[in-house]
């Protein structure tokens, strides 16, 4: 099991930038995959972006896609999650997840995580 602790949430405007970090103790393998959710009240857990643990691919929500940027550092063994240009629509609590092994086609579904962190929360303002 891998433990995962994220921060960096906060309150920022409409068009702000803000960088969450996760970091990750435990045992990590070339094949896990570390991804971020979030989740607003009322709403599923929706995926943000994927990030493979050996580098071979970064996979974003459609949502995000050109504004969010998922980086990591595998020497430090953390995650990061780089949002530019922030919406009213992207306040929610954003979770970090982490398995060993997920295919491509289904590294959206929350259910094929096992490990999470408690979630940091992001409030954009207008």
């Known amino acids: 099991q891998v433990k995962l602790v994220e921060s960096g949430g906060g309150l920022v405007q409409a068009g702000d930038s803000l960088r969450l970090s996760c970091a990750a103790s435990g045992r990590i393998f070339a094949s896990s995959v570390m991804a971020w959710f979030r989740q607003s009240p009322g709403k599923e857990r929706a995926f943000v972006a994927a990030i493979r643990w050996n580098g071979s691919g970064t996979y974003y929500g459609d949502s995000v896609k050109g504004r969010f940027t998922a980086s990591k550092d595998n020497a430090k063994n953390m995650v990061y999650l780089q949002m530019n240009s922030l919406k009213l629509e992207d306040t929610a609590t954003y979770y970090c997840?982490?398995?060993?092994?997920?295919?491509?086609?289904?590294?959206?579904?929350?259910?094929?995580?096992?490990?999470w962190g408690q979630g940091t929360q992001v409030t954009v303002s207008s």
């Open positions: 997840a982490h398995d060993r092994a997920v295919h491509s086609a289904t590294l959206q579904h929350r259910r094929e995580y096992n490990d």
